[in-house]
């Protein structure tokens, strides 16, 4: 069974500090990674798609790759307390689909 | 941007009946999606879509139809509502292009409640 592990949290983090959030994958196969962001009753919304190994950045947020340990993460910098919601973790294993995690609640307090 | 409404935002249905959940996608998208939510049991995929009037299963499939006769259009078919089947339902949409690597794009989502 292809895989995205997540841990559920929550993750509870000062309003103003680093937020991160991690995520392992299973299928080596899997080449694009995505993290949704996910409010309470709400849908899930694409805040950040990477496709190869290093950093990529966008605001507040960097999603960091790392294909050979199979680790995906998401930093939020700065958090605040409208980042409170659930993140999600995604892998493409090519198929058209992707595979998601359990997701990850993280707590900004102010 | 990318659009993707649902016919319902809420709903509520009795046991037995035949239930109709609409998605319409406005980014000539490929691939369309269906999932359900649950808590602690995250997104499960229903049944997915490449093309027009092709349709593959998903992970939970059973008690589900759906029906693709436009691009733009995906509709999930409950053929009778049981109470196990209230849950979040979330239609997404994606292209076929390889330099997007299938990103999905996720409708607002329909709450059904089956009584």
């Known amino acids: 069974q292809k895989e995205v592990e997540q841990n559920s949290g929550p993750l509870s983090v000062p309003e103003g500090a680093i937020a991160s959030l991690n995520c392992t994958y299973s299928?080596?196969?899997?080449?694009?990674f995505f993290w949704y962001r996910q409010y309470s009753g709400k849908s899930p919304e694409l805040i950040m798609s990477?496709?190869?190994?290093g950093d990529k950045e966008d605001g507040r947020f960097t999603a960091q790759l790392n294909k050979a340990s199979q680790y995906v993460s998401l930093l939020i910098r700065d958090s605040q307390p409208s980042d409170s919601a659930t993140y999600l973790c995604?892998?493409?294993?090519?198929?058209?689909?992707?595979?998601f995690g359990q997701g990850t609640t993280l707590q900004v307090k102010p | 941007d990318v659009k993707v409404t649902q016919s319902s935002r809420y709903l509520v249905k009795r046991t037995g009946e035949k239930v109709f959940l609409e998605c319409v996608q406005d980014?000539?998208?490929?691939?369309m999606f269906w999932y359900r939510q649950d808590p602690g049991l995250g997104l499960r995929l229903i049944y997915f879509?490449?093309?027009?009037?092709?349709?593959e299963k998903g992970d939970i499939p059973e008690g589900y139809s759906v029906s693709r006769e436009k691009k733009e259009r995906f509709s999930l078919i409950l053929e009778s509502a049981s109470t196990n089947q209230t849950s979040m339902y979330l239609c997404?949409?994606?292209?076929?292009?390889?330099?997007?690597?299938?990103?999905?794009?996720f409708g607002p989502g329909t709450r059904l409640t089956v009584t």
């Open positions: 997404a949409s994606s292209t076929m292009d390889r330099s997007n690597s299938y990103e999905q794009y």
């Open positions: 299928d080596r196969g899997s080449q694009s």
């Open positions: 990477i496709y190869s190994n």
């Open positions: 995604a892998g493409s294993p090519r198929t058209g689909k992707l595979i």
């Open positions: 980014m000539d998208h490929e691939n």
């Open positions: 879509s490449y093309d027009v009037k092709m349709k």
